[in-house]
Every structure is written in structure tokens, then in C-alpha cells.
């Protein structure tokens, strides 16, 4: 079948819940996506900050093949010695006590809001605990996640939300102080907002953040589902700052394909919040995913890649700031991020571009309806920025 029959028929079975770009991928290496023509793509988008091993890892794609030939699936009322190692490297990237393995971002996010409120629960016994989450934020599509999103837009329709969330300015620490009270259980945020926009938590924030959490025994939540895994060039943005979070999420390049998310949380909050019985997942940290998990660790460590992420994040931070100075204020209103966690905002939306990119060989994603993001393979090289900047400015 040609691309645009596979397109008719997937518009006639899948719920039109995404305005798709016109494409059929089929197959991907390294950091290009060749769709079922046969066209080649340079990737900057990375499944949306997921693939961050690229296409073509070796040991990744072999120990998925490996264990799919052992099992696939067991329960999580027996050990499995994937979800074992994942969780102790885990543990190790993280410097975090405990772990408990999810199938997706949303899902961790549900898991670290449950463990949240039941510490304050065993704390006071109350039930109408708060929770103070940012504006812009993004934190997922399943009803609690999307009670702490700070996009009107994405609950409207669904209200009413989970109770009790509300919603301070990310980088404004009088604005949360403005709502802690003594029913507020925890605080959540982005250390680097992704889908809002690519907005780094400043120092001064996330610190002062920690401090109001420390003082009145809150928990910090630190959603790292897309800026962790090495993407700003630490393992978890929040290590950039030096606090750190009571409990934290993880997932996209956590697995780098495989469906899997995680949260983390230290010691004191384990001890003190979710029990046998109280949560649960058929799937999550099943051997399939966990391998995934484990395998993605090692091969950081393998192939340095927090110091390629250090090296090349710095040659596109430059590039991206001479094209911006290259096409002036009239067209780039902002440039930011950390690592290869990149959004260069314009001051008209970038669909447009975004199509011709597309068109002459180059994936990119936006980041809210004005800006571009920057989320490749953590693998890519100072080569493939060159390319990307080229076709970029070229479509600009
Ligand atoms: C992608 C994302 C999520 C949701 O993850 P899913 O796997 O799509 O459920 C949550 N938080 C952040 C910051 C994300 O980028």
C-alpha cells in the first residue's frame, strides 16, 4: 500500500485523538527514521525525548530479543531478576532508596500523587490533603496526572479534576508560598517544564522550593518523565541543582521504546506512605520492560553518554544562538534549556516550519503552538546538529 492509503485507513480505525503529521515510519538507525518509502530523516525529536540510545543500540535491541525468547511476562507477586537489576541501577543513577516500575509517564505521576497523600494521611488522618502544582505544566493524560497539569485547555472538558490541586507560577516562589497551608501534602513540578515550553526551574526556585518543603514536612515531587534520564547532561535534571526531590518520576528514556515508567522515592517516604496493597500494576517491572530498563543504565555508563549530552547539548546551545542572532528579534523571540533539551521560541507559531523540515528530511516537535523543540537522540553528534541547523535555517 502506498503511505497515503495507510493513512486513509488508519483515519477510518484509530480515535482521531492527534492531528498526525503525513508520514508512515517504518524503520529507524541511529539517529535517522526512514519512512515506508524509503525517505530518510534526520531525527530531533527522539519519539519525544524517548529514543535516547537512537535507533541502532546493539545490546539494547539484543537483550530485548534474548528475553523475549526467556519470557516476556510473569506478576509482580513473583521476583524477576530484570526488574532486581533495573531497580538497583536505578537506585545507583538516582541516588533514590526505593522504586516502584509503571508502564508509563501518567502512571508514575498517579503513583508519586497516591504515595504523597497517604504519607500525610498516616500523618494526621485527614482526607482533604492539597497539592500545589505549576502553570504550564505538563504531567500527563490520566485524571490525576491531569489534575496537577496546568493547562486548562486539556481538563476543561473533563472536570471535575481530582480535589484539592492547586496551581502556582513555576519560578515565582512567593506565588507557592502564597498557597502552602496546613492541609498542603506536596508540591510538584517539572525541574524543566517540557511541553510547556522548555522552561529550566531556576535556582533560587527549586531551593526555595526544598526549603518550604523541609520546613513543614511537604514533599517535594519532581517530575523528570522527560528532562531526567541525562537529557539536560546529569542523569536527573534536579542533580544540575543540588536539592533533592522526596519522590520523583521517571519514563521515555527510561525504557527508550519499550513502554515503562518509574517513581522513586527516599527511605522516609517509603517507610511512611504506600503499603502492601495499596498500589499495584499487572505490568509494570514486568521482565520485558525491566530488561529494557536495565540494559539503558549500563549503556550510559558504556557509552559516556552524559558527557556526549555535556559536549554536543553546548555545540546546538551555540548553533541555536547564532541562528537566532542570524535571523534577529523579528523572528526568534527566546532561546533555552539545558543539554539536549532545547526550545527556540518564535514570535509566530512554527507549524509551518515545522511542515518544511519535515519535507527536506528533518523531524522536529514543537513545544506549544510558537516554539521548536530540540529533544534528539542523546547519541547524536556535532555532524548531525550541522545538518539539522542547515535544513533548519534553510525552512525558516
Ligand atoms: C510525557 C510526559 C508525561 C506523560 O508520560 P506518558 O508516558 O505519555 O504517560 C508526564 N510528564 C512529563 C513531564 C512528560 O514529558
Redesign the pocket.
Known amino acids: 500500500m502506498d503511505m497515503k492509503a495507510y493513512i486513509d485507513e488508519a483515519e477510518s480505525a484509530l480515535l482521531h485523538t492527534y492531528n498526525r503529521y503525513q508520514i508512515v515510519f517504518d524503520k529507524g538507525e541511529g539517529v535517522h527514521l526512514y519512512d515506508i518509502n524509503g525517505k530518510e530523516y534526520l531525527d530531533f525529536c527522539g519519539g519525544?525525548?524517548v529514543f535516547a540510545l537512537g535507533y541502532s543500540n546493539e545490546a539494547y535491541k539484543s537483550a530485548l530479543k534474548e528475553q523475549v525468547d526467556k519470557i516476556i511476562h510473569t506478576s509482580n507477586y513473583f521476583y524477576n531478576v530484570p526488574a532486581i537489576e533495573a531497580a538497583k541501577a536505578l537506585k545507583k543513577a538516582s541516588g533514590m532508596d526505593r522504586v516502584f516500575f509503571t508502564n508509563?509517564?501518567?502512571?508514575?505521576?498517579e503513583g508519586a500523587l497516591k504515595a504523597a497523600r497517604k504519607y500525610a494521611y498516616l500523618k494526621d488522618g485527614r482526607t482533604d490533603h492539597e497539592i500545589i502544582a505549576m502553570e504550564h505544566?505538563?504531567?500527563?493524560?490520566?485524571f490525576g496526572?491531569l489534575s496537577v497539569t496546568g493547562n486548562p485547555k486539556y481538563r476543561e472538558a473533563f472536570e471535575p479534576m481530582i480535589g484539592g490541586v492547586k496551581f502556582a507560577t513555576m519560578n515565582d516562589l512567593e506565588s507557592v508560598k502564597a498557597l502552602v497551608n496546613d492541609k498542603t501534602c506536596a508540591i510538584i513540578f517539572?525541574t524543566v517544564?517540557?511541553?510547556g515550553g522548555i522552561y529550566p526551574a531556576t535556582k533560587e526556585f527549586i531551593e526555595g522550593v526544598r526549603k518550604i518543603c523541609d520546613e513543614k514536612d511537604i514533599l517535594l515531587i519532581l517530575?523528570?518523565?522527560?528532562?531526567g534520564m541525562g537529557r539536560t547532561g546529569t542523569m536527573f535534571a534536579w542533580q544540575n541543582y543540588g536539592v533533592k526531590p522526596d519522590i520523583m518520576?521517571s519514563?521515555?528514556g527510561l525504557t527508550c521504546g519499550v513502554?515503562g515508567?518509574a517513581f522513586l522515592m527516599t527511605e522516609k517516604v517509603a517507610q511512611n506512605s504506600l503499603k502492601a496493597g495499596d498500589h499495584g500494576t499487572t505490568y509494570g517491572g514486568n521482565p520485558l520492560a525491566a530488561i529494557a530498563t536495565a540494559t539503558v543504565l549500563s549503556e550510559y555508563e558504556k557509552l559516556d553518554i552524559l558527557g556526549n549530552v555535556k559536549e554536543v547539548g553546548a555545540y546546538l546551545y551555540e548553533k541555536l544562538d547564532a541562528l537566532a542572532a542570524k535571523l534577529g528579534k523579528g523572528v526568534i523571540k527566546d532561546h533555552r534549556g539545558l543539554g539536549l533539551m532545547q526550545g527556540l521560541e518564535f514570535v509566530n507559531p512554527v507549524g509551518p516550519i515545522i511542515e518544511k523540515c519535515m519535507a527536506n528530511g528533518l523531524v522536529l516537535i514543537n513545544a506549544g503552538a510558537n516554539i521548536i523543540r530540540f529533544v534528539p537522540p542523546l547519541v547524536v553528534s556535532k555532524a548531525d546538529v550541522d545538518e539539522m541547523i542547515k535544513i533548519l535555517e534553510k525552512c525558516v
Open positions: 519525544i525525548a508509563s509517564g501518567a502512571e508514575a505521576v505544566s505538563f504531567h500527563g493524560r490520566t496526572a517539572e517544564q517540557g511541553e517530575d523528570e518523565i522527560q528532562c518520576t519514563a521515555k513502554p515508567g
